[in-house]
Each structure stands twice: as C-alpha cells, then as structure tokens.
C-alpha cells in the first residue's frame, strides 16, 4: 500500500502526457523517487518533459490519493499499477503504457489470449453497425476476446455482438473508470461490469478531457492482437487507433465497403494500404491459427441461439420466430422492448412509452434487434416483432 498511494498520485496529476509519466517513473527509479523529485531534477532527467508539465509534478499534495484509493474500495475497483506482476505485459511493452489502469469488472489473462480491437466511426450507418455486431459475435464464438471503446456506433454494436453470444468483452474508456459517456450506451456499461471488464487509466471521480479519448485508443490496440476497423471516413478519429496500431506493431483489418460512400472511404483505404480484408470474424482469428496456445487457453463462450426462420405460413416478408427461451438470455432493454411489442406496427415513440426505457437507449436496441433478425422494421419509424401471433 506504501508504494501503491504513489503510483495512484501520479494517475490522479492531469495535463502530463502518459509517454512523460512513464519515462519520469523509469529514470528516476519509479513514482516515489519521482514524487520527491524536484522540477529540476525532472527536467534534466527526461527530455520530452515539458517546464508546464514539470510544473504541476511539483503538487504534491496525496488527498486525491487517498479519496481515490477510498472510492476504490467502495466500489469494488481494482487497481493495476505497471509494478504489479498481473498488469499486462503485451501492454507493459508500447511506448506510453498507463502508468495505473484501474479496472471494473474481471481482467482476463490478457497474454494468453487472442484479444481482437473493433473499433469505428460513432456515426454508423445501418451497414457499419450491423457488420461490427458480426464482427462481435463471430470473433467471440470463434474463441476471441472482443476489445474496443464503447463509444456510440461501431464499438457499441461491437460490444454488444460480443455479449450476444455469451462473450465477456473489455470496454477501454477515455474517462474516468465510474463514468458512463456516452449515456445512451448505459445499459452496456451496466453489462460489462458483471460479464466483461470496464478498463480506464483515469481513477473515479477524475476529471478528463477531450484529448483523454485519443489517449484512451493507444489502450485499445495495445492490449490486442489485431485491431478490425468496421467502418470510417478518411478523416476520422478511428485513424489515431490505426496509427497505434501501426507504431505498436499490431495487425490491421479492415471491413470493405461501398467505393463511393464517404463512410466507408477510410477503411477502403486502409485495404489499398496493405491493410488485411476482414468480410467475417473468421477472416481475422485465420491470421492466429498458428498460435494455437492462445485459442487454447480462452475458455469456450456460451453461444447464444441465432434466431432461426421458421418455414410456415406467414404475411409477406414477415417471418416468425420462437422466442420463447431465446427472450431471457437478451440485455434487458431488448427483452423488455420484445415483451411490450404485441401489436404489428407498433411506433418507436409507443415502445418507448410503455417500456419506460430512455429513448437513446430504446432506439440503440431497437437497431440491435432488427440486425439480429428479431423485428423488422417498415416506414416511419414502424416495428413489429417476428414471432407467432400471441405468443410471448
């Protein structure tokens, strides 16, 4: 605990860059030695460290410590620092790992497994969205662990293909590990803490800022194998994802998408670049077939039934589905959106009502259950469920 106050110190310093963190805690022999450090000592001691960022090493005051190691513990959140033997190696070795991560949920053995980031653009279009749930789902059933940063769009969908199909995916975020942005993404949260892990190197109650959200992609791709981008314009802020990517040495996927939309322009150039084609979860965990011991040692997911079309007599494009069992193994959103539909047609502004779910929340599932094959949607905002009539 002695050593630990020190290493959560650091954490809790904002305006140092995390590449500067590290390398003050390597040349001056770790966090302690670099608390009682003086501003000199710490400029002439590491080259990138800028006199701003020097400046305010110089507080050193530990009440931040203190009420973040007490939150902690209240909320059942773990601490990793970069001394501990469980903190990950595959990220102990880029540039600028975290000094801290601090963790909600269960870490995995995150060295011997095939950890696989998806990310993509936050606004996605009905293609992205559905091809980044594949890519959760089948990545997860193919042995996999899904990483990516629980943004709106792509890495949502992602998290959620994942979940799907039994998976405990990793949420990597750009705040401070208690907060949920964005707030339509709750209910994944909320998932995440009992079936996967929220990871963040920003301590509870911290405030962060913008630029925490591009430090948070070097996290993503460093604790993967591959990094799969599902869809993105060429400017975009899933580029500085491919761009850790890239410096840590990390494989890159790309999904193929329309030559002339501008959505999918980014990813289309990632291919022209030598980036690998990913059409499928298969087509990524193919590249580590050889390296048999990771697949070896994650364990198998619970596999969720895929809705399967049933051959019977039905109105046009209409098809019904037994969901009977398959209704409680969906996130309570979706389950709860399935039990108020028992009309055809019914509007997006009716199930909100009666489900008493947040609109954000409510559309993102209605959008998961539709790419999934549970409801079909028809114009105006208009959905009907697409099992038998009256059963629930």
Not at 38 to 52: A, T
Not at 290 to 318: G, M, N, Y
Not at 352 to 374: F, K, N, R, S
Request: with cysteine; charged share 25%; proline share 6%.
């Amino acid at each position: 605990m002695a050593r630990l106050k020190y290493w959560i110190w650091l954490s809790c310093i904002n305006g140092v860059r995390p590449l500067v963190k590290y390398q003050l805690t390597k040349a001056l022999g770790g966090p302690e030695k670099l608390f009682f450090a003086s501003k000199d000592e710490m400029l002439s001691s590491c080259g990138l460290i800028r006199p701003g960022e020097a400046e305010r090493l110089t507080d050193k005051s530990m009440e931040e410590a203190s009420k973040v190691i007490g939150r902690c513990e209240e909320k059942n959140i773990s601490i990793l620092t970069l001394q501990d033997a469980d903190y990950p190696d595959r990220l102990r070795q880029i540039a600028d790992p975290p000094v801290v991560l601090y963790i909600i949920g269960r870490l995995p053995a995150v060295d011997e497994l095939p950890l696989i980031a998806v990310v993509g653009t936050r606004k996605a279009t009905a293609y992205g969205l559905r091809m980044a749930a594949k890519m959760g789902r089948e990545l997860t059933a193919g042995g996999g662990v899904v990483v990516s940063g629980l943004a709106a769009g792509c890495d949502g969908a992602a998290i959620q293909g994942a979940l799907e199909v039994g998976g405990a995916p990793l949420g990597v975020l750009g705040t401070a590990v208690d907060q949920v942005y964005p707030r339509q993404n709750k209910w994944l949260f909320d998932e995440l803490r009992t079936r996967g892990a929220l990871i963040s190197e920003y301590p509870p109650g911290m405030r962060t800022y913008p630029s925490d959200f591009v430090a948070r992609n070097r996290i993503i791709t460093g604790l993967s194998l591959g990094t799969v981008v599902v869809e993105a314009p060429i400017r975009s802020g899933t580029r500085t994802t491919v761009e850790h990517a890239l410096e840590q040495n990390r494989d890159l996927f790309a999904v193929p998408g329309n030559a002339d939309a501008a959505v999918c322009a980014g990813c289309n150039d990632l291919l022209a670049q030598g980036a690998m084609v990913a059409t499928c979860g298969a087509d990524v965990l193919r590249a580590y077939e050889s390296r048999s011991e990771l697949f070896s040692q994650a364990a198998a997911p619970t596999v969720l039934p895929i809705p399967i079309k049933k051959e019977i007599d039905k109105p046009e494009d209409i098809v019904y589905i037994d969901l009977t069992d398959e209704m409680e193994k969906l996130p309570t959103a979706q389950r709860d959106i399935l039990k108020a539909m028992t009309r055809t047609d019914m509007h997006a502004d009716e199930i909100i009502q009666e489900t008493g779910i947040p609109a954000p929340e409510a559309l993102a599932a209605l959008t998961m259950l539709e790419i999934t094959g549970y409801i079909v949607r028809s114009s105006g905002k208009r959905y009907t469920r697409k099992d038998r009539a009256g059963r629930k």
